[in-house]
């Protein structure tokens, strides 16, 4: 380790000696002290890889830095949903999470779509057995929809068991109808099986999540659908990416390399690739995978009758996720500007992507310097941060923590704190 820290101190020093800064202009360009940045250079500090993202792109290193500092290891995994003796049909029993106890409203509000769902699914085999199935697939997709829209406002803890009881209602009804109409709901089974990874992901259990996701795969190959496969790798590349994994996360998504595939999976794959690149700090190589995906996401043609994978609510998903990497790249700033248009962009409703979006944008700007206006951005999005309790939205949380760290005595820091520390540590049920 000491070893390491004199190998990157050395190679830091050397290629800001060359780009003809001295320690003061440097460590007024990355908004780092100057005594910080001479304990790195010395080896007395262990550089994070955030932070040789960030020397890379001051000093447009092309990742010679990021490539000196090790990944941080996996989160450890925890498995609040899988009960003791196991699965219903397959799919993992829910148990909610250790995180924030829901409100009587959101209880309420998850209570009520399950107990539709389930009257809805009851009452439709009649109709699915009298010609009626086209009614009861259309029904079932509106109620997709709004148990979607339900996770975009609640904690996943309060989401999760609803979504399971979903997918085992429809797999269950599906055994009763005619094969047209049976393999519809089963292709919906599916989708709430991997809305339910997603949801798992969010309240920080990897392992539950990629279990659901490989059931999801199972219910739509049971239904004729093989894509959802392939989107599986996707999804598993989204997990690998917030564990910091840049290897992974590019083996993964490259994976996904059959130009069979819908142009959405392939579009969202590339998404990906990018990230996995922006982690290594190579530049080109991302900007050039997020070209692909803009190109292959307008070739999308979405069936009306079918659930969308992925986001439902970024208009320009390309531009997020181009100010999402060039954060990752050291590019603050720029990332900034995009960040600021894009987040405008963003329906009220969906909660979820606006606390998400919204921190990686204060991120941006507390990395770039812009203290005030960081912690401007970020003090109306705690409350939308505790109210969805998502795992991956308090990763980039706990990072503008740490930035801001850096300048604890600034007024709007102390400020921003104590509701900072809130969100970051919400009471356990």
């Known amino acids: 380790m000491q070893e390491q820290r004199r190998v990157f101190g050395a190679e830091l020093r050397r290629l800001r000696t060359a780009a003809g800064l001295t320690l003061t202009q440097f460590a007024a360009s990355v908004h780092y002290s100057k005594g910080q940045i001479s304990k790195l250079e010395t080896g007395q500090k262990q550089p994070t890889p955030e932070f040789a993202r960030l ?13 000196l500092v090790p990944p941080p290891g996996p989160r450890a995994l925890h498995d609040p949903y899988e009960a003791p003796g196991a699965a219903m049909r397959g799919i993992p029993s829910a148990e909610p999470s250790k995180s924030r106890a829901p409100t009587r409203r959101q209880v309420m509000a998850a209570g009520a779509a399950g107990t539709l769902g389930v009257a809805g699914m009851t009452s439709g085999v009649a109709e699915a057995s009298g010609g009626m199935g086209d009614g009861l697939l259309e029904t079932s997709r509106i109620l997709f929809d709004q148990h979607r829209r339900l996770g975009q406002l609640s904690p996943p803890g309060v989401v999760v068991p609803v979504l399971t009881e979903q997918a085992q209602a429809l797999r269950r009804l599906a055994e009763h109808c005619g094969e047209r109409t049976g393999a519809g709901l089963l292709n919906l089974s599916a989708r709430y099986a991997e809305l339910a990874g997603w949801m798992a992901q969010e309240a920080g259990d990897d392992a539950a999540a990629v279990r659901f996701t490989e059931h999801a795969v199972q219910v739509a190959g049971a239904a004729g659908d093989g894509d959802l496969a392939a989107y599986a790798l996707v999804r598993r590349a989204l997990i690998s990416y917030y564990r910091a ?4 996360t590019i083996t993964l998504a490259e994976g996904v390399d059959n130009r069979r595939l819908p142009p959405r ?11 996995g690149h922006a982690l290594l700090g190579d530049h080109d190589a991302c900007m050039r995978h997020l070209d692909t995906s803009r190109a292959l996401l307008e070739q999308d043609r979405p069936d009306p009758g079918v659930p969308v994978l992925g986001s439902t609510n970024l208009r320009d998903p390309v531009t997020m996720i181009t100010g999402w990497c060039l954060l990752d790249l050291g590019r603050p700033r720029r990332a900034a500007d995009v960040l600021d248009a894009a987040c405008a962009a963003l329906p009220p409703h969906a909660l979820r992507n606006q606390a998400r979006y919204g921190v990686r944008r204060a991120l941006a700007h507390a990395v770039g310097g812009e203290i005030d206006h960081a912690c401007a951005i970020a003090r109306p999005l705690l ?12 990763l980039d949380l706990r990072r503008l923590a740490r930035t801001l760290t850096r300048f604890r005595k600034h007024p709007a820091v102390v400020e921003l704190s104590p ?8 009471t356990a049920a």
């Open 265 to 275: 999976i392939r579009g969202l794959a590339a998404q990906h690739l990018a990230q």
């Open 419 to 426: 509701d900072l520390t809130a969100a970051l540590h919400p």
């Open 245 to 248: 994994d840049a290897k992974e």
């Open 55 to 67: 020397c890379d792109g001051a000093l447009g290193a092309d990742g010679s830095l990021a490539s």
């Open 383 to 394: 409350p939308a941060v505790r109210a969805v309790d998502s795992a991956t939205i308090r």
